[in-house]
């Protein structure tokens, strides 16, 4: 079994402004240069690594309804 290095972040975990304050949301955190995204519920479990402009490409599509949501991030 290997273990991940401790990762260094260059700016720390949050959760979107319009999160209710509980476990049940998306954090995202950056490092390096690299965003890194986890689930609140379980913030030592697994993260995955994007690119800056990836996420806010991602982040884009959510807004714009493309996933089914409202669009209302």
């Given at each position: 079994m290997t273990t991940m290095p401790e990762t260094i972040l260059s700016r720390p975990w949050r959760k979107s402004s319009r999160s209710t304050g509980g476990n049940d949301c998306v954090?995202?955190?950056?490092?390096g240069t690299s965003c890194l995204v986890r689930d609140s519920i379980n913030p030592d479990g697994a993260r995955l690594?994007?690119?800056?402009?990836?996420?806010?490409a991602f982040i884009g599509h959510v807004k714009d309804g493309a996933y089914g949501g409202v669009g209302s991030l």
């Open positions: 954090e995202i955190a950056q490092a690594a994007v690119r800056p402009q990836e996420w806010a």
